[in-house]
């Protein structure tokens, strides 16, 4: 044995390079496994995204069924109130603005006629019309309905004009080219009845062709719209149309903007909405037509008012 | 200066140097894998918190799946009771109809009314005046529907009440209503087309409306009316009831079919475990009544609930 070999014996210096060598091979295979890991990583994250992405479907789905549900509740609510007896009857103010539309109004007067409810006025604003409206007018003969004479000034002045002039304890929307459920006045009494600390509720709307009212083509059929009353939503976007709103009477308002005019229902129901939620009433309030000619919401300022609308009530 | 520089020598002679050169690498790789391992542990932690939250979804997706086949049920009861409304019936069973009542003589005609604007024809009425104190006996002697017939309970609640009646009952099929709630027009006729359909069915139950389920249930108010029509589920009726008395109806003759006196609120759901011990009630997806939770002394709002409660539980443990 040579002599560095004893040395290296003496000191250990083996010993210590077989633990060395040792000590190396395990750090490979180490770092064997770490990268192995790691390789495995981008499929785990995947899957992760996976995951995420199933959550939202099923958020939608869920928002999907719950709008099912409510669509179902209409027909529940309906058949309650259909059947169900008020225990009181309160005048129903129905605020109906028009001007030149005098072949379609008959109509629209004809859906207040025919409510199950037989305690409403019906305040008809002719806001200066040129056609044959005021011979329509002079023809009706019930006594519950009263013509009033609008400024001129577009349909939100004309329905301050009603509201002025409302004796009703609640108040109720019609516009001219649509038509009233024959149950919407009973079910909204019901509602007021039910809920005494409610202000406001909003009904569903039956939309013959929903992508033509809003300028998208068509055609479609026949669907019903009921959205779920969420103040932060309503900032954002119009929940109810003007005819499936009704509210309480108060003296201190609400009054219609005047400077808008194709998005008034969304302004009216901001206003009513600051202290309290509306209630969300699964019961169908009107028929809205979407081929009448000239309808307000598809005046050709109506993007600027959507902005005007959002910046007041912000 | 000499020993240090032998020494020196002596280390790079029997390779300590390159060892040591070797230990520092190692070192530093041992750290850098360490680093390595504990952010693929980080990484690990959250995939598993991923995995748990996978666990959580599918629970979620399984509310939705009952939820979906609850609104299913639901938009089938408008197909049934269109099929129903134009169906013709083979037979015509006598229906004895079962309303206990005690002081409600101003709600109780309503519910008779309900009775009395059925669509089918064939039915009797057993109304039970469980001892009344107010006008019910006048409210009773009024009516003149021959298909009417009245008894005195004992007084000593509902179910004996309803004990009386169905100890009485001539009909084939039996039905019930309570005096506050109204019984849909089309009901009999539903019951009597469904034991058509299926002469094995011995007992059945229908939906039922609630006007605020949340008065209902003392959580407040507010609600606004909903359809009830659970799916059958024996686990789910040995925890709580499924169907309001209004909405059940059973064959005649039945040996289960007896109300515990010994119940004052949930005589209801005690019978349908009876009867469904060893048979399983048809589901008639077709309006049975109404429920308004308006009146006064609802006995499902009374306060032996917990006691009624743990009594019919107990039964079926």
Not at chain 2, 116 to 145: F, R
């Amino acid at each position: 044995m040579s002599l560095l070999d004893r040395l290296r014996r003496a000191t250990g210096t083996d010993d210590v390079a077989g633990a060395v060598a040792r000590a190396e091979s395990e750090a490979d295979r180490l770092a064997r496994d770490v990268d192995g890991e790691a390789r495995t990583h981008p499929r785990y994250g995947d899957g992760l995204a996976h995951i995420g992405e199933l959550e939202r479907h099923l958020h939608e789905i869920r928002d999907d069924i719950a709008t099912v549900d409510r669509h179902v509740q209409i027909g529940t609510v309906m058949d309650w109130v259909a059947r169900v007896q008020l225990r009181s009857s309160p005048l129903v103010s129905v605020v109906l603005p028009t001007r030149d539309r005098a072949a379609l109004l008959p109509r629209a007067v004809g859906s207040v006629l025919a409510q199950t409810y037989p305690n409403w006025e019906l305040l008809v604003v002719d806001d200066a019309s040129t056609d044959d409206t005021p011979t329509v007018l002079a023809a009706l003969d019930d006594p519950r309905i009263r013509v009033l004479s609008g400024t001129g000034r577009g349909a939100s002045a004309a329905r301050n004009v009603a509201l002025d002039a409302a004796a009703g304890e609640l108040v109720a929307y019609l516009d001219d080219d649509n038509r009233m459920h024959p149950d919407w006045l009973r079910a909204v009494v019901w509602a007021f009845e039910q809920q005494p600390a409610t202000e406001v509720v909003y009904g569903a709307i039956v939309i013959d062709d929903l992508a033509r009212a809003r300028g998208q083509g068509g055609p479609a059929l026949p669907r019903i719209g009921l959205h779920r009353f969420e103040r932060a939503a309503l900032e954002h976007h119009n929940l109810a149309d003007m005819g499936t709103i009704a509210h309480r009477r108060n003296p201190s308002g609400p009054r219609f903007d005047e400077t808008v005019s194709g998005v008034e229902d969304w302004d009216l129901l901001l206003q009513l909405t600051g202290a309290t939620d509306a209630l969300t009433l699964p019961a169908v309030a009107l028929y809205y037509e979407s081929t009448a000619p000239g309808r307000l919401s598809q005046h050709p300022d109506v993007d600027g008012e959507i902005e005007l609308v959002r910046s007041k009530h912000r | 200066m000499i020993k240090q520089r032998a020494l020196a020598r002596l280390r790079r002679w029997a390779g300590a140097d390159a060892l040591a050169e070797r230990l520092d690498a190692l070192e530093a790789r041992l750290g850098e894998l360490g680093a390595a391992q504990r952010a693929s542990a980080a990484e690990h932690a959250r995939f598993d918190a991923g995995l748990e939250h996978h666990g959580e979804l599918e629970r979620h997706l399984h509310e939705i799946r009952d939820h979906v086949a609850t609104v299913e049920r639901h938009v089938q009861v408008g197909t049934v009771m269109d099929w129903i409304a134009r169906a013709e019936l083979r037979t015509s069973p006598l229906i004895s109809v079962v309303l206990p009542s005690r002081n409600r003589a101003t709600l109780l005609p309503r519910a008779i009314d309900t009775v009395l604007a059925q669509s089918y024809p064939h039915w009797e009425l057993l109304v039970v005046d469980d001892a009344s104190t107010d006008d019910t006996t006048g409210v009773l002697a009024g009516l003149d529907d021959a298909r009417i017939r009245t008894f005195t309970g004992p007084g000593r609640g509902v179910c004996a009440a309803r004990n009386v009646a169905i100890d009485a009952a001539r009909g084939e099929v039996i039905a019930y209503l309570d005096d506050d709630n109204r019984m849909h027009p089309e009901w009999l006729r539903s019951v009597a087309w469904a034991f058509e359909q299926q002469p094995d069915t011995q007992v059945l139950y229908g939906a039922f409306v609630v006007d605020d389920i949340r008065r209902v249930q003392r959580e407040g108010s507010g609600e606004l009316p909903r359809l009830f029509l659970h799916r059958w589920d024996r686990t789910a009726l040995e925890r709580h009831n499924l169907a309001d008395i209004g909405a059940m109806a059973h064959r005649a003759g039945l040996p289960e079919a007896h109300f515990d006196e010994a119940l004052r609120e949930m005589g209801d759901w005690d019978l349908l475990l009876r009867l469904t011990t060893e048979a399983t009630p048809l589901v008639l997806p077709a309006v049975a009544c109404y429920y308004e939770s308006h009146a006064v002394d609802r006995l499902s709002a009374g306060p032996t609930r917990v006691v009624d409660a743990d009594r019919v539980r107990n039964k079926v443990r």
